[in-house]
């Protein structure tokens, strides 16, 4: 789990297995580099693979920033425990929180390339769904 | 490598057209794609670049139609940029190009 003081659109990247979530935050790390808040989550609460709301929570505040966060979820529960995530965020937060449909590890990398040139919301989340168009 | 003189329009309605060839070894992958569309998204000016001098163009500020273009080394990235620091823009990218992204 890392982070970085920016205005930049947040990435959080949830994964049923933690090394997959890490794996894809260090390519993140990597190649946008350090200008975009990031946080990642994986395993359920005992270590096994499977996501946790508590542990999505977490990253959404990790990543947090005031232009929002996009989060990028591989499969199933991932995506129905991070839509969770989001109806548990206070309702200021909750708008500014969305779950693409992409690819997890390529989503992320391109959701935080658009980031890091400062774009919105919107068009992080546009640029990740790129994928499945 | 490049040829920046190429077109040089005093109107910025008209674009700046300008080529540099790919040399770092694995071409446009996924890394360079990035420098590249972090390097576009720096500037206003709208910048897109084709394998051939008539298109078809891709915008460099869309990171997944750049990968898209699977540009491999030894190509020529042909560049049209329209916009007032259409001249900055297009001298970042094509230094970005000619370094190799920083690989070579």
Redesign the interface.
């Known amino acids: 789990m890392n982070s970085s003081n920016s205005r930049n659109v947040g990435i959080v990247i949830v994964s049923h297995s933690p090394k997959i979530a890490e794996g894809a935050a260090d390519m993140v790390r990597q190649?946008?580099g350090n200008v975009v808040p990031l946080a990642w989550t994986g395993g359920d609460v005992d270590g096994g693979l499977g996501t946790n709301v508590a542990g999505i929570l977490e990253a959404i505040e990790t990543a947090w920033s005031p232009a929002g966060v996009a989060v990028l979820v591989d499969l199933g529960g991932a995506e129905t425990n991070s839509e969770m995530a989001v109806e548990m965020l206070p309702e200021d937060r909750r708008a500014r929180v969305v779950v693409c449909n992409a690819p997890v590890v390529e989503g992320a990398?391109?959701a935080a390339?658009?980031s890091?040139?400062?774009?919105s919301l919107a068009a992080v989340k546009r640029?990740a769904e790129?994928?499945y168009a | 490598m490049h040829d920046a003189h190429a077109s040089r329009a005093g109107e910025t309605s008209v674009p700046l057209t300008a080529s540099a060839v790919l040399v770092n070894p694995v071409g446009l992958h996924a890394r360079p794609s990035v420098k590249l569309t972090q390097c576009a998204k720096g500037f206003a000016a709208k910048i897109e670049f084709a394998l051939a001098a008539d298109g078809p163009w891709t915008d460099a500020k869309s990171p997944v139609k750049v990968m898209r273009v699977k540009a491999p080394q030894g190509a020529t990235l042909h560049f049209r940029v329209t916009g007032p620091d259409a001249e900055a823009a297009l001298a970042a990218t094509l230094a970005l190009v000619h370094d190799g992204f920083g690989e070579a």
């Open positions: 190649m946008v990398v391109i390339t658009e890091s040139g400062g774009s640029s790129e994928f």
